[in-house]
């Protein structure tokens, strides 16, 4: 799983190559004291693209997890 830009301010691109397609996949996102904020069942696509603004989140750092057959962890920074 790739995410970029990282920092990001107005879209975060992730690549989720390291799925099959059409994969079932959980989408998390927590804040950097582990408080989850969103959590949704996605289908793989090769990329898929988070929109800080319309989630609601503020600048700062965030955890986003992406798990199906496969469980990957990765560090977002939200700028302004």
Same mark, same amino acid.
């Given at each position: ?11 975060v691109?992730?690549? #989720?190559k390291?799925?099959? +397609?059409? /994969?079932? *996949?959980?989408?998390?996102? !927590? ?16 990329? #898929?693209?988070?929109?800080? +603004?319309? /989630?609601g *989140?503020?600048?700062?750092? !965030?955890v ?17």
């Amino acid at each position: 799983v790739l995410v970029y830009p990282n920092p990001a301010v107005s879209s975060v691109n992730i690549s #989720l190559k390291n799925f099959s +397609a059409d /994969e079932d *996949l959980v989408l998390s996102l !927590y804040t950097s004291n582990g408080r989850m904020l969103i959590s949704r069942r996605i289908k793989a696509t090769p990329i #898929l693209t988070l929109n800080p +603004a319309s /989630e609601g *989140l503020k600048p700062g750092v !965030y955890v986003l997890k992406i798990a199906g057959t496969k469980v990957f962890t990765k560090k977002i920074v939200i700028t302004e």
